[in-house]
């Protein structure tokens, strides 16, 4: 095999799902993510060359067609992400749609649950590394010595990576004892190149699972971490949004009628990963009821205090043209701002006095400021 070019790392994923990432971290990972996928579909074509030149081919190909078809998974999930991005022209909703598709689920049809599309990457780069190895303890370039070495060397880091994983070191131990086993074989001089075939790729599946399987706890970590910091954001804005629903029915007349969403009542963020997915599907519905209250008891009154500036703006006009000494331009400010000033205060009845005034309140044609 030709000698690998300088490794080119898999992009860090900015943000989390739900948020809407920075324009200017979308387009660092997207511009990671075409050069990671340029650099491994080079190695995985590398790979497919050196095992069909390989004296068993059938032995390799089936692991280069599952990396090539996780590659793919990445491809199509890239494309989704460049079509969203449209060259930078996104907005907030954009943004978010982009979070979703990185941090959701990636079908790799590679026979394990979908995954997210940082963990695709690293499924992929574990199946290439797999390969790699693989491929350099071919029998007919390597003796039984260094692949039985580089066996061990694969074993250790698969315990390293299982951790407090009993199933997982249950398997690692069949793995080491047949290693022995193999060794002692091979010691004695026996022929172990076919059951060391086998134990090569089952050493290194259980290495690349291993390496998913961290990539994906590490993952949840960080989500259960990012769900329950958002709860907690969401939960924080609750007391002023009921202060604030409270201020709206005592100052406006027929006041809106928003719940404003308890997040406590969504309990303790679940540990699963379909459990945490739905929790923070649900989060998002909470927080669109939360905007969705605030802007309803926010704009009425708002509403009004725009109704009292226009209102002073028009007295203003009024006096400098003269229109104030008209008893029917008097009466209608009187009326306007009765409607204004009154609590709880009508609304519409304001909005229609105060725009009925400011007509009255334009200068009269061939008067001061009107028109000659």
Do not use: K
């Not at 990671?36 to 579909?41: F, G, K, P, Q």
């Not at 991005?85 to 049809?109: A, I």
């Not at 979908?114 to 003796?143: G, I, N, Q, Y």
């Not at 260094?146 to 398997?171: I, M, N, P, Q, Y």
């Amino acid at each position: 095999m030709a000698p690998a070019s300088a490794d080119v790392v898999a992009p860090a994923a900015p943000g989390r799902l739900g948020e809407a990432i920075a324009a200017r971290d979308l387009m660092a990972y997207l511009d990671g993510l075409v050069t990671w996928l340029d650099d491994r579909r080079t190695r995985l074509d590398a790979l497919d060359a050196a095992a069909q030149a390989t004296a068993d081919t059938e032995r390799y190909t089936p692991d280069v067609v599952l990396a090539l078809t996780v590659w793919q998974s990445v491809r199509t999930r890239a494309d989704e992400l460049l079509a969203v991005w449209d060259s930078g022209r996104v907005t907030e909703v954009e943004r978010e749609r982009m979070s979703q598709l990185v941090w959701g689920r990636v079908d790799t049809r590679a026979g394990a649950s979908p995954v997210s599309l940082p963990e695709a990457l690293t499924l992929c780069d574990a199946m290439v590394a797999a390969l790699r190895t693989r491929l350099a303890f071919d029998p007919d370039t390597a003796d039984v010595v260094a692949r039985l070495r580089g066996v061990r060397a694969s074993l250790v880091r698969a315990e390293d990576l299982a951790g407090s994983d009993t199933a997982a070191h249950e398997r690692l131990t069949a793995l080491r004892e047949r290693e022995q086993r193999l060794s002692a074989q091979a010691a004695r001089g026996g022929d172990v190149s076919g059951p060391l075939t086998e134990l090569e790729t089952r050493a290194a599946h259980a290495e690349r699972d291993l390496m998913v399987a961290v990539s994906q706890r590490r993952s949840l970590t960080r989500a259960r971490a990012d769900a329950q910091a958002t709860a907690a954001a969401l939960e924080a804005r609750e007391p002023a949004l009921h202060a604030l629903a409270e201020r709206c029915r005592r100052e406006i007349a027929h006041p809106p009628r928003f719940a404003v969403p308890d997040v406590s009542r969504l309990g303790a963020v679940p540990e699963d990963r379909d459990g945490l997915d739905a929790f923070v599907a649900r989060l998002d519905a909470v927080r669109r009821a939360l905007d969705a209250a605030q802007d309803a008891y926010s704009d009425p009154l708002r509403e009004r205090a725009e109704l009292r500036y226009r209102l002073g703006q028009a007295a203003t006009l009024a006096s400098s043209n003269g229109r104030d000494a008209s008893p029917t331009v008097r009466a209608g400010h009187d009326e306007a701002r009765a409607a204004v000033e009154t609590t709880p205060c009508d609304v519409g009845l304001a909005r229609a006095l105060v725009e009925q005034y400011e007509h009255l309140a334009r200068p009269l044609p061939g008067g001061p400021g009107g028109a000659r």
